[in-house]
Protein backbone atom coordinates (compact mmCIF):
# COMPACT_ATOMS: atom_id res chain seq x y z
CA UNK A 1 0.00 0.00 0.00
CA UNK A 2 2.61 2.54 1.11
CA UNK A 3 4.89 1.70 -2.46
CA UNK A 4 1.64 1.92 -4.43
CA UNK A 5 0.85 5.69 -2.87
CA UNK A 6 4.49 6.39 -3.56
CA UNK A 7 4.90 5.58 -7.03
CA UNK A 8 3.11 8.40 -8.15
CA UNK A 9 4.91 10.68 -6.66
CA UNK A 10 8.14 9.89 -8.06
CA UNK A 11 7.01 11.08 -11.54
CA UNK A 12 6.49 14.56 -10.72
CA UNK A 13 5.92 16.99 -13.71
CA UNK A 14 7.45 20.44 -14.13
CA UNK A 15 4.25 21.80 -12.54
CA UNK A 16 4.74 19.72 -9.52
CA UNK A 17 1.75 17.92 -9.96
CA UNK A 18 1.70 13.88 -10.10
CA UNK A 19 0.41 12.16 -12.83
CA UNK A 20 0.84 8.93 -11.54
CA UNK A 21 2.18 6.17 -14.37
CA UNK A 22 1.88 8.52 -16.70
CA UNK A 23 5.20 10.52 -17.88
CA UNK A 24 8.53 11.54 -16.65
CA UNK A 25 9.62 14.80 -16.49
CA UNK A 26 11.71 14.64 -18.85
CA UNK A 27 8.90 13.89 -21.43
CA UNK A 28 6.98 17.09 -19.79
CA UNK A 29 9.91 19.07 -20.57
CA UNK A 30 10.04 17.98 -24.32
CA UNK A 31 6.63 18.38 -24.78
CA UNK A 32 6.57 22.03 -23.47
CA UNK A 33 9.63 22.73 -25.50
CA UNK A 34 7.43 21.06 -29.00
CA UNK A 35 4.89 22.75 -28.19
CA UNK A 36 6.59 26.51 -28.03
CA UNK A 37 8.38 25.50 -30.99
CA UNK A 38 5.11 24.40 -32.95
CA UNK A 39 3.96 27.89 -32.36
CA UNK A 40 6.66 29.47 -33.73
CA UNK A 41 6.44 26.91 -37.61
CA UNK A 42 4.73 27.75 -40.44
CA UNK A 43 4.81 24.40 -41.85
CA UNK A 44 0.62 23.69 -41.48
CA UNK A 45 0.27 26.57 -43.20
CA UNK A 46 2.67 26.21 -46.34
CA UNK A 47 1.78 22.42 -47.01
CA UNK A 48 -1.87 23.83 -47.08
CA UNK A 49 -1.25 26.46 -48.91
CA UNK A 50 1.16 24.00 -51.19
CA UNK A 51 -1.57 21.13 -51.40
CA UNK A 52 -4.73 23.66 -52.61
CA UNK A 53 -2.76 25.58 -54.61
CA UNK A 54 -0.98 22.77 -56.58
CA UNK A 55 -3.38 20.37 -56.84
CA UNK A 56 -6.82 21.74 -55.86
CA UNK A 57 -9.94 19.87 -55.79
CA UNK A 58 -9.37 16.11 -55.28
CA UNK A 59 -12.59 14.21 -55.63
CA UNK A 60 -12.55 10.27 -55.64
CA UNK A 61 -11.12 8.93 -58.44
CA UNK A 62 -10.33 12.12 -60.37
CA UNK A 63 -7.17 13.67 -62.46
CA UNK A 64 -6.94 15.82 -58.41
CA UNK A 65 -7.03 12.69 -56.33
CA UNK A 66 -4.14 11.14 -58.15
CA UNK A 67 -2.15 13.96 -57.90
CA UNK A 68 -2.86 14.87 -54.45
CA UNK A 69 -1.47 11.06 -53.91
CA UNK A 70 1.56 12.16 -55.49
CA UNK A 71 1.59 15.30 -53.72
CA UNK A 72 1.66 13.53 -50.40
CA UNK A 73 4.22 10.61 -50.71
CA UNK A 74 6.80 13.67 -52.25
CA UNK A 75 6.05 15.99 -49.05
CA UNK A 76 6.08 13.28 -46.80
CA UNK A 77 9.35 12.30 -48.26
CA UNK A 78 10.56 16.09 -48.14
CA UNK A 79 9.90 16.50 -44.44
CA UNK A 80 11.86 13.05 -43.81
CA UNK A 81 9.82 10.54 -42.90
CA UNK A 82 10.24 6.97 -43.04
CA UNK A 83 8.82 4.10 -44.54
CA UNK A 84 6.32 6.75 -47.36
CA UNK A 85 4.25 4.01 -49.00
CA UNK A 86 0.84 3.83 -50.68
CA UNK A 87 -1.83 1.27 -49.29
CA UNK A 88 -3.47 0.73 -53.06
CA UNK A 89 -7.57 1.70 -52.50
CA UNK A 90 -10.54 1.28 -54.68
CA UNK A 91 -12.50 3.91 -54.85
CA UNK A 92 -15.99 5.01 -56.70
CA UNK A 93 -15.79 7.59 -59.29
CA UNK A 94 -18.90 9.67 -59.51
CA UNK A 95 -18.15 13.07 -61.38
CA UNK A 96 -20.72 15.74 -60.95
CA UNK A 97 -21.26 17.20 -64.76
CA UNK A 98 -23.96 20.12 -64.15
CA UNK A 99 -27.24 20.90 -61.97
CA UNK A 100 -29.81 23.27 -62.44
CA UNK A 101 -32.96 24.31 -61.05
CA UNK A 102 -35.96 26.37 -62.15
CA UNK A 103 -38.91 27.27 -60.36
CA UNK A 104 -41.62 27.30 -63.23
CA UNK A 105 -44.59 28.99 -61.37
CA UNK A 106 -45.84 30.44 -59.50
CA UNK A 107 -43.22 32.75 -59.60
CA UNK A 108 -40.26 31.95 -62.23
CA UNK A 109 -36.86 32.35 -61.66
CA UNK A 110 -33.90 29.97 -61.44
CA UNK A 111 -31.78 28.99 -58.61
CA UNK A 112 -27.94 27.72 -58.56
CA UNK A 113 -28.22 24.13 -57.00
CA UNK A 114 -25.60 21.74 -56.57
CA UNK A 115 -25.78 17.59 -56.98
CA UNK A 116 -25.83 15.92 -53.91
CA UNK A 117 -22.42 13.42 -54.37
CA UNK A 118 -23.09 10.28 -55.97
CA UNK A 119 -26.70 11.71 -57.56
CA UNK A 120 -27.87 10.14 -60.46
CA UNK A 121 -28.42 12.17 -63.66
CA UNK A 122 -31.95 13.39 -65.06
CA UNK A 123 -32.51 12.82 -69.01
CA UNK A 124 -31.49 15.65 -70.87
CA UNK A 125 -34.75 17.22 -70.51
CA UNK A 126 -34.99 16.95 -66.83
CA UNK A 127 -37.67 16.56 -64.32
CA UNK A 128 -40.61 19.26 -63.75
CA UNK A 129 -43.06 18.37 -61.03
CA UNK A 130 -45.14 19.99 -58.10
CA UNK A 131 -42.91 20.02 -55.20
CA UNK A 132 -44.16 18.35 -51.80
CA UNK A 133 -41.97 20.39 -48.53
CA UNK A 134 -40.91 19.16 -45.27
CA UNK A 135 -38.78 19.79 -42.91
CA UNK A 136 -37.46 16.61 -42.69
CA UNK A 137 -37.63 12.57 -42.77
CA UNK A 138 -40.43 12.40 -39.92
CA UNK A 139 -42.35 15.24 -41.14
CA UNK A 140 -41.76 13.20 -44.90
CA UNK A 141 -43.28 9.63 -43.38
CA UNK A 142 -45.96 11.43 -41.27
CA UNK A 143 -47.47 12.56 -44.93
CA UNK A 144 -50.67 10.45 -46.45
CA UNK A 145 -50.21 7.61 -48.33
CA UNK A 146 -49.80 9.35 -52.14
CA UNK A 147 -48.83 12.57 -51.30
CA UNK A 148 -45.05 13.13 -52.68
CA UNK A 149 -46.24 10.36 -55.76
CA UNK A 150 -44.29 11.63 -58.82
CA UNK A 151 -43.41 14.93 -57.41
CA UNK A 152 -40.21 16.53 -56.08
CA UNK A 153 -39.74 16.50 -52.41
CA UNK A 154 -38.36 19.87 -50.84
CA UNK A 155 -36.54 19.47 -47.52
CA UNK A 156 -36.56 22.30 -45.81
CA UNK A 157 -34.99 22.05 -42.74
CA UNK A 158 -31.95 23.91 -41.18
CA UNK A 159 -28.73 23.24 -40.02
CA UNK A 160 -28.25 24.62 -36.51
CA UNK A 161 -25.05 26.51 -35.65
CA UNK A 162 -22.82 24.93 -32.97
CA UNK A 163 -19.42 25.26 -31.90
CA UNK A 164 -19.10 21.54 -31.56
CA UNK A 165 -20.79 20.23 -35.06
CA UNK A 166 -23.82 19.01 -33.37
CA UNK A 167 -26.04 21.04 -35.36
CA UNK A 168 -24.54 19.62 -38.57
CA UNK A 169 -25.19 16.01 -37.32
CA UNK A 170 -28.56 16.37 -36.54
CA UNK A 171 -29.42 17.70 -39.81
CA UNK A 172 -27.24 15.63 -42.00
CA UNK A 173 -29.37 12.41 -41.79
CA UNK A 174 -31.84 14.71 -44.73
CA UNK A 175 -28.67 14.58 -47.37
CA UNK A 176 -27.85 10.77 -46.50
CA UNK A 177 -31.57 9.05 -46.81
CA UNK A 178 -34.02 12.03 -47.59
CA UNK A 179 -33.46 10.98 -51.33
CA UNK A 180 -34.06 7.26 -50.76
CA UNK A 181 -36.81 7.63 -48.07
CA UNK A 182 -38.74 9.97 -50.70
CA UNK A 183 -38.37 7.78 -53.95
CA UNK A 184 -39.85 4.68 -51.21
CA UNK A 185 -42.65 7.18 -51.33
CA UNK A 186 -42.72 7.42 -54.83
CA UNK A 187 -41.28 10.72 -55.42
CA UNK A 188 -39.10 11.48 -58.74
CA UNK A 189 -36.52 13.99 -57.16
CA UNK A 190 -35.11 15.49 -54.24
CA UNK A 191 -34.43 19.36 -53.69
CA UNK A 192 -32.73 20.24 -50.10
CA UNK A 193 -31.69 23.09 -48.00
CA UNK A 194 -28.20 23.07 -48.04
CA UNK A 195 -26.46 21.03 -44.92
CA UNK A 196 -25.12 24.26 -43.62
CA UNK A 197 -24.75 27.75 -42.27
CA UNK A 198 -23.78 29.60 -44.68
CA UNK A 199 -25.82 32.78 -45.88
CA UNK A 200 -24.51 33.14 -49.29
CA UNK A 201 -25.99 31.15 -52.52
CA UNK A 202 -23.38 28.69 -52.95
CA UNK A 203 -24.84 25.69 -52.13
CA UNK A 204 -23.16 22.79 -50.00
CA UNK A 205 -22.72 19.14 -51.67
CA UNK A 206 -22.19 15.92 -49.31
CA UNK A 207 -23.20 12.62 -50.26
CA UNK A 208 -26.18 10.85 -50.28
CA UNK A 209 -26.57 7.48 -49.65
CA UNK A 210 -28.78 5.51 -52.03
CA UNK A 211 -31.29 2.14 -50.60
CA UNK A 212 -30.98 -0.88 -52.36
CA UNK A 213 -34.52 -0.80 -51.53
CA UNK A 214 -35.99 2.02 -52.98
CA UNK A 215 -35.58 3.31 -57.23
CA UNK A 216 -32.64 5.69 -57.20
CA UNK A 217 -34.13 9.45 -58.10
CA UNK A 218 -31.60 12.98 -58.66
CA UNK A 219 -31.05 15.12 -55.75
CA UNK A 220 -29.82 18.58 -55.48
CA UNK A 221 -28.98 21.00 -52.68
CA UNK A 222 -30.06 24.70 -52.77
CA UNK A 223 -28.06 27.31 -50.72
CA UNK A 224 -30.19 29.07 -47.29
CA UNK A 225 -31.09 32.11 -49.31
CA UNK A 226 -32.72 30.08 -52.06
CA UNK A 227 -34.33 27.65 -49.80
CA UNK A 228 -35.97 30.27 -47.90
CA UNK A 229 -37.28 32.14 -51.41
CA UNK A 230 -38.35 28.61 -52.49
CA UNK A 231 -39.92 28.65 -49.17
CA UNK A 232 -41.87 32.00 -49.64
CA UNK A 233 -43.00 30.28 -53.22
CA UNK A 234 -45.08 27.55 -51.05
CA UNK A 235 -45.60 30.11 -48.56
CA UNK A 236 -47.73 32.00 -51.09
CA UNK A 237 -50.32 28.80 -51.11
CA UNK A 238 -50.19 28.23 -55.00
CA UNK A 239 -48.89 25.27 -56.20
CA UNK A 240 -45.08 25.40 -56.82
CA UNK A 241 -43.95 23.65 -59.72
CA UNK A 242 -40.06 22.91 -60.68
CA UNK A 243 -37.49 21.91 -63.03
CA UNK A 244 -34.23 19.96 -62.08
CA UNK A 245 -31.49 18.86 -64.25
CA UNK A 246 -28.52 16.45 -63.22
CA UNK A 247 -25.78 15.88 -65.29
CA UNK A 248 -24.21 13.67 -63.24
CA UNK A 249 -23.15 10.41 -63.45
CA UNK A 250 -20.96 7.36 -62.42
CA UNK A 251 -17.79 6.05 -63.96
CA UNK A 252 -15.84 2.87 -63.31
CA UNK A 253 -14.66 1.99 -59.78
CA UNK A 254 -10.77 3.17 -60.21
CA UNK A 255 -7.26 3.00 -57.98
CA UNK A 256 -6.60 5.72 -55.26
CA UNK A 257 -4.32 5.00 -52.07
CA UNK A 258 -4.11 6.08 -48.70
CA UNK A 259 -0.74 7.30 -48.14
CA UNK A 260 1.32 6.69 -45.28
CA UNK A 261 4.59 7.81 -43.42
CA UNK A 262 5.89 7.30 -40.46
CA UNK A 263 8.60 8.71 -37.92
CA UNK A 264 10.36 5.66 -36.40
CA UNK A 265 9.95 5.12 -32.68
CA UNK A 266 13.33 4.46 -30.60
CA UNK A 267 12.12 0.79 -29.54
CA UNK A 268 11.54 -1.58 -32.33
CA UNK A 269 8.98 -3.56 -30.13
CA UNK A 270 6.91 -0.51 -28.97
CA UNK A 271 3.44 0.34 -30.83
CA UNK A 272 1.90 2.54 -33.07
CA UNK A 273 0.65 6.00 -32.69
CA UNK A 274 -1.55 6.47 -35.66
CA UNK A 275 -2.61 10.64 -36.84
CA UNK A 276 -4.34 10.73 -39.67
CA UNK A 277 -6.80 12.60 -41.94
CA UNK A 278 -8.28 12.31 -45.18
CA UNK A 279 -6.57 13.41 -48.76
CA UNK A 280 -9.90 13.41 -50.90
CA UNK A 281 -11.97 16.69 -51.01
CA UNK A 282 -15.40 17.58 -52.74
CA UNK A 283 -14.84 19.69 -56.18
CA UNK A 284 -16.58 23.00 -55.94
CA UNK A 285 -14.03 24.32 -53.75
CA UNK A 286 -9.99 22.98 -53.10
CA UNK A 287 -10.89 21.13 -49.94
CA UNK A 288 -8.76 23.79 -47.58
CA UNK A 289 -10.44 23.19 -44.72
CA UNK A 290 -11.64 19.66 -45.63
CA UNK A 291 -9.51 18.65 -45.36
CA UNK A 292 -6.26 20.33 -46.51
CA UNK A 293 -6.15 21.90 -42.79
CA UNK A 294 -6.43 18.59 -41.21
CA UNK A 295 -3.80 16.89 -44.08
CA UNK A 296 -1.61 20.03 -42.55
CA UNK A 297 -1.63 19.38 -39.03
CA UNK A 298 -0.56 15.92 -38.59
CA UNK A 299 2.02 16.32 -41.48
CA UNK A 300 3.52 19.26 -39.56
CA UNK A 301 2.61 17.52 -35.53
CA UNK A 302 4.49 14.34 -37.14
CA UNK A 303 7.46 16.51 -38.56
CA UNK A 304 8.02 18.52 -35.28
CA UNK A 305 7.77 15.11 -33.33
CA UNK A 306 11.07 14.22 -35.80
CA UNK A 307 12.58 17.21 -34.45
CA UNK A 308 12.31 16.49 -30.98
CA UNK A 309 14.14 14.89 -28.33
CA UNK A 310 14.12 12.52 -26.27
CA UNK A 311 12.97 10.80 -29.64
CA UNK A 312 9.12 9.51 -29.27
CA UNK A 313 9.34 5.41 -28.17
CA UNK A 314 6.52 4.63 -30.25
CA UNK A 315 5.79 5.44 -34.12
CA UNK A 316 3.95 7.80 -35.44
CA UNK A 317 1.81 7.11 -38.08
CA UNK A 318 1.07 9.79 -39.84
CA UNK A 319 -2.34 7.74 -42.39
CA UNK A 320 -3.83 10.20 -45.14
CA UNK A 321 -6.90 8.78 -46.28
CA UNK A 322 -8.39 8.53 -49.22
CA UNK A 323 -11.98 8.81 -50.30
CA UNK A 324 -13.63 9.66 -46.86
CA UNK A 325 -16.31 12.37 -48.39
CA UNK A 326 -17.58 9.27 -50.54
CA UNK A 327 -17.84 6.57 -48.89
CA UNK A 328 -15.00 6.18 -46.29
CA UNK A 329 -13.01 3.29 -49.03
CA UNK A 330 -9.34 4.88 -47.41
CA UNK A 331 -9.94 4.04 -43.31
CA UNK A 332 -12.18 0.61 -44.26
CA UNK A 333 -9.28 -0.34 -46.77
CA UNK A 334 -6.92 0.42 -43.59
CA UNK A 335 -8.79 -1.18 -40.92
CA UNK A 336 -8.90 -4.64 -43.40
CA UNK A 337 -5.68 -4.72 -44.59
CA UNK A 338 -4.23 -4.21 -41.37
CA UNK A 339 -5.74 -7.15 -39.32
CA UNK A 340 -2.99 -9.23 -36.99
CA UNK A 341 -1.05 -5.57 -36.99
CA UNK A 342 -3.96 -4.08 -35.03
CA UNK A 343 -2.61 -4.93 -32.00
CA UNK A 344 0.56 -2.84 -32.61
CA UNK A 345 -1.74 0.43 -33.33
CA UNK A 346 -1.61 2.07 -29.65
CA UNK A 347 -3.92 5.21 -29.74
CA UNK A 348 -5.36 7.42 -32.95
CA UNK A 349 -5.77 10.90 -33.47
CA UNK A 350 -7.43 12.27 -36.55
CA UNK A 351 -7.72 15.78 -37.96
CA UNK A 352 -11.25 16.70 -40.09
CA UNK A 353 -12.97 19.23 -38.52
CA UNK A 354 -11.00 22.43 -39.69
CA UNK A 355 -7.83 24.50 -39.09
CA UNK A 356 -8.60 25.49 -35.90
CA UNK A 357 -8.28 26.45 -32.82
CA UNK A 358 -8.66 23.50 -30.69
CA UNK A 359 -10.73 24.35 -27.82
CA UNK A 360 -11.01 21.25 -26.21
CA UNK A 361 -8.65 18.24 -25.36
CA UNK A 362 -11.71 14.79 -25.60
CA UNK A 363 -10.68 11.57 -25.29
CA UNK A 364 -11.92 7.95 -25.60
CA UNK A 365 -9.92 5.92 -23.09
CA UNK A 366 -9.47 3.55 -20.40
CA UNK A 367 -10.39 5.51 -17.34
CA UNK A 368 -7.07 4.45 -15.74
CA UNK A 369 -5.39 6.62 -18.60
CA UNK A 370 -7.68 9.67 -17.50
CA UNK A 371 -4.80 10.98 -15.68
CA UNK A 372 -2.21 10.64 -18.67
CA UNK A 373 -4.96 12.65 -21.23
CA UNK A 374 -4.74 15.37 -17.95
CA UNK A 375 -1.13 15.88 -18.31
CA UNK A 376 -1.33 16.20 -21.94
CA UNK A 377 -3.91 18.67 -21.69
CA UNK A 378 -1.73 20.60 -18.63
CA UNK A 379 0.72 20.79 -21.46
CA UNK A 380 -1.40 22.74 -23.60
CA UNK A 381 -3.61 24.56 -21.83
CA UNK A 382 -1.57 27.41 -22.12
CA UNK A 383 -2.37 27.46 -25.90
CA UNK A 384 -6.32 28.06 -24.45
CA UNK A 385 -7.08 24.36 -24.91
CA UNK A 386 -9.30 22.91 -22.05
CA UNK A 387 -10.43 19.62 -20.90
CA UNK A 388 -13.03 17.64 -22.71
CA UNK A 389 -15.03 14.57 -22.21
CA UNK A 390 -13.94 11.01 -22.37
CA UNK A 391 -16.44 10.51 -25.22
CA UNK A 392 -14.34 11.56 -28.54
CA UNK A 393 -15.40 9.81 -31.41
CA UNK A 394 -11.98 10.55 -33.10
CA UNK A 395 -13.56 11.28 -36.96
CA UNK A 396 -15.09 9.53 -39.68
CA UNK A 397 -11.81 7.89 -40.84
CA UNK A 398 -11.32 6.42 -37.46
CA UNK A 399 -14.76 5.07 -37.00
CA UNK A 400 -13.55 1.35 -38.03
CA UNK A 401 -10.62 1.25 -35.09
CA UNK A 402 -12.99 2.38 -32.73
CA UNK A 403 -15.61 -0.18 -33.13
CA UNK A 404 -12.71 -2.34 -32.28
CA UNK A 405 -11.72 -0.96 -29.30
CA UNK A 406 -8.97 1.69 -30.00
CA UNK A 407 -8.40 4.31 -27.34
CA UNK A 408 -8.46 7.81 -29.25
CA UNK A 409 -7.33 11.56 -28.33
CA UNK A 410 -9.64 14.10 -29.90
CA UNK A 411 -8.76 17.54 -30.10
CA UNK A 412 -11.85 19.68 -30.56
CA UNK A 413 -11.66 22.47 -32.93
CA UNK A 414 -13.71 25.31 -32.91
CA UNK A 415 -16.51 24.38 -35.37
CA UNK A 416 -18.97 27.37 -34.97
CA UNK A 417 -18.18 28.67 -38.81
CA UNK A 418 -17.03 25.48 -40.09
CA UNK A 419 -20.40 24.30 -41.67
CA UNK A 420 -20.32 27.77 -43.10
CA UNK A 421 -17.54 27.06 -45.84
CA UNK A 422 -17.81 22.96 -45.35
CA UNK A 423 -18.48 21.49 -49.04
CA UNK A 424 -19.46 24.57 -50.75
CA UNK A 425 -17.05 26.69 -53.40
CA UNK A 426 -16.32 28.46 -51.13
CA UNK A 427 -13.77 26.13 -49.08
CA UNK A 428 -10.30 27.98 -50.37
CA UNK A 429 -7.16 28.71 -48.75
CA UNK A 430 -8.38 32.13 -46.81
CA UNK A 431 -10.66 30.29 -44.64
CA UNK A 432 -7.20 29.10 -42.92
CA UNK A 433 -5.65 31.56 -40.34
CA UNK A 434 -2.00 30.93 -40.22
CA UNK A 435 -2.15 31.24 -36.12
CA UNK A 436 -5.62 29.06 -35.64
CA UNK A 437 -3.48 26.55 -38.02
CA UNK A 438 -0.21 27.03 -35.87
CA UNK A 439 -2.27 26.43 -32.51
CA UNK A 440 -3.86 23.34 -33.65
CA UNK A 441 -0.41 21.72 -35.51
CA UNK A 442 0.82 22.31 -31.67
CA UNK A 443 -1.75 20.22 -30.16
CA UNK A 444 -1.83 17.53 -32.47
CA UNK A 445 2.31 17.36 -32.06
CA UNK A 446 2.10 17.25 -28.30
CA UNK A 447 -0.70 14.96 -27.80
CA UNK A 448 0.66 12.34 -30.68
CA UNK A 449 3.91 12.96 -28.70
CA UNK A 450 3.14 12.42 -25.44
CA UNK A 451 0.94 9.45 -26.85
CA UNK A 452 4.13 7.85 -27.91
CA UNK A 453 5.79 8.23 -24.90
CA UNK A 454 3.33 6.66 -22.37
CA UNK A 455 4.81 4.40 -20.38
CA UNK A 456 2.03 2.13 -20.00
CA UNK A 457 -0.15 0.16 -22.31
CA UNK A 458 -3.09 2.25 -23.79
CA UNK A 459 -4.95 -0.69 -23.79
CA UNK A 460 -8.63 -0.84 -25.02
CA UNK A 461 -11.56 0.38 -24.62
CA UNK A 462 -14.59 -1.74 -23.78
CA UNK A 463 -17.96 -0.82 -24.70
CA UNK A 464 -19.73 1.88 -22.86
CA UNK A 465 -16.80 3.71 -22.63
CA UNK A 466 -16.91 5.62 -19.15
CA UNK A 467 -18.18 8.86 -19.12
CA UNK A 468 -15.85 11.86 -17.45
CA UNK A 469 -16.84 13.31 -14.02
ZN1 LIG B 1 -13.66 15.88 -44.02
Not at 325 to 345: C, M, P, Q, V, W
Not at 387 to 399: H, K, Q, R, S, V
Not at 427 to 452: C, F, G, K
Amino acid sequence: MFTRLLAPLVLVTVSGIAYGQSFTPKDMAAAAELRDRAMNDNTAYELVTSLTTEVGPRAAGSPGDRAAVEWAERNLRRLGFSSVRRMDVIVPHWVRGTASFEVRSPYPQSMPVLALGGSIGTADTGLTADIVMVDNLAALKALPPGAVKDRIVFFAGRTERTRDGSGYGKAVQVRAQGPSAAAALGAIGVVIRSIGTSNNRFPHTGALSYNISAPRIPAVALSNPDADALERQVASGKPVTVSMTVSARDLPQTLSANVIGEIPGTDPNAEIVLVGAHLDSWDPGTGALDDGAGVAIVMTAAKLIRETNPKPRRTIRVVLFANEEFGLSGSLTYANKIDEEFSRHAVALESDFGAGPVLQLASRVPANLLPAIQAVQEVVAPLGVEPGGNEANGGADLAPLRRLGMPLIGPQLDGTNYFDVHHTANDTLDQVDPEHIRQAAAVYAVSAYLAAQLPVSWGRNTTPTPAPN
